[in-house]
């Protein structure tokens, strides 16, 4: 059972899950995330417990890891194809509880990737957070 009142309380933080969930829920409305296809994985490693895959126009990238950020990771993004892309959701966002470490207002371009993935682009992916990235064009 929820206690709605814990919100109310300062001290515990719970105001954050308040304002994460509020969030989440008019962001999938927003972006219509019930009627777009199936999910498509990106990419999966174990070791590093990162996880990305697609959905319609947007491409998520999740760091499970409880310590480990990865300041130049490479996200593939064949299905979307070339382009610029932008963080449309962070989890790391301030109002949130985090700390603010994924800049919402840049334009990342891709690269040709390696053999393994023909197109994508270098991002920082801080431990434990979730970002959404966005095709701009």
Request: net charge positive; hydrophobic share 30%; glycine share 6%.
């Amino acid at each position: 059972r929820r206690q709605w009142s814990l919100q109310d309380n300062g001290f515990l933080k719970y105001q954050w899950l308040r304002d994460f969930d509020r969030a989440m829920l008019r962001f999938s409305r927003q972006y219509r995330i019930l009627a777009k296809p199936a999910p498509v994985n990106l990419w999966t490693d174990e070791s590093k417990k990162l996880l990305a895959y697609s959905k319609g126009d947007l491409i998520y990238l999740v760091n499970l890891h409880p310590t480990d950020s990865y300041p130049d990771f490479f996200l593939p993004c064949h299905t979307l194809g070339p382009g610029s892309y932008q963080a449309v959701f962070s989890t790391d966002d301030p109002r949130f509880g985090g700390q603010g470490r994924v800049d919402e207002t840049y334009r990342y371009l891709t690269t040709p990737g390696d053999s393994t993935h023909s197109v994508g682009f270098r991002v920082y992916a801080p431990c434990r957070t979730m970002t959404v990235f966005r095709k701009l064009d």
